[in-house]
């Protein structure tokens, strides 16, 4: 028999309290990448936010500073979510997988990023249930493939899925755009200004959609 992969579900506590839930993340030990982490990032919003935004994993400014989203592509999601009509201060934003995957830029001090790999994203999953339980979200919009596979599952595609609502037992409206880290990669200026549009224009579709 198969031995069964080890999750955080041995971490997350029985509450009602984000907080404790919280507390708790900063000790996760369920995968290997703790140990190279400076520290967990969990979410950062409150209970009762309407949308709730999850990406792939926290980067170098983020693994330092325990915060999600302040680093390079943060502040371009700041610019997006702007453009779009969504007020990051009354979001919950947070990732698939708490911790930064990172390897070094040869002999330098550079920590360059890696893709988490399904068994990380799987074994950080019950920080994200935990999240979405408590927090309650109408609307969760999905920051790349790592965070819609994820939720959704292997099959799930941004970009043939993108721009349109999906949804779960548990989710009623999942929404998928590229993450911003994708328009920073982008190979010219042009390029960069066509991927930021195209992400504000997913992110659009979210206030009309919070509409009585």
């Known amino acids: 028999m198969a031995r069964q992969q080890p999750t955080a579900a041995l971490f997350v506590p029985v509450t009602d309290s984000l907080d404790?839930?919280?507390?708790a993340?900063?000790?996760?030990?369920?995968?290997?990448?703790?140990?190279?982490?400076?520290?967990?990032?969990?979410?950062?919003?409150?209970?009762?936010?309407?949308?709730?935004?999850?990406?792939?994993?926290?980067?170098?400014?983020?693994?330092l500073a325990g915060t999600p989203y302040v680093?390079?592509?943060?502040?371009?999601?700041?610019?997006a979510l702007e453009a779009a009509g969504i007020d990051r201060s009354r979001a919950y934003v947070t990732n698939a997988v708490k911790h930064f995957k990172w390897t070094r830029k040869g002999n330098g001090k550079v920590r360059l990023h890696q893709k988490p790999n399904a068994s990380e994203v799987a074994a950080c999953r019950p920080w994200l249930e935990a999240e979405l339980a408590l927090v309650a979200p109408e609307v969760v919009?999905?920051?790349g493939a790592t965070a819609?596979?994820?939720?959704?599952?292997?099959?799930?595609?941004?970009?043939?899925?993108?721009?349109?609502w999906l949804s779960t037992d548990a989710i009623p409206r999942v929404l998928l755009t590229i993450h911003p880290s994708a328009v920073l990669r982008a190979a010219d200026e042009a390029a960069r200004a066509e991927a930021f549009e195209g992400l504000v224009a997913d992110l659009r579709l979210v206030p009309p959609a919070l509409e009585p």
């Open 20 to 23: 404790d839930v919280r507390d």
């Open 25 to 63: 993340a900063a000790g996760c030990t369920a995968c290997p990448l703790y140990a190279d982490a400076t520290q967990t990032v969990f979410g950062q919003g409150a209970v009762g936010a309407r949308v709730l935004l999850v990406g792939e994993q926290p980067g170098d400014k983020e693994d």
């Open 71 to 79: 680093g390079p592509a943060g502040r371009l999601l700041d610019d």
């Open 141 to 143: 919009v999905c920051l």
């Open 148 to 164: 819609a596979r994820s939720l959704l599952g292997k099959d799930v595609r941004v970009t043939r899925d993108r721009g349109r």
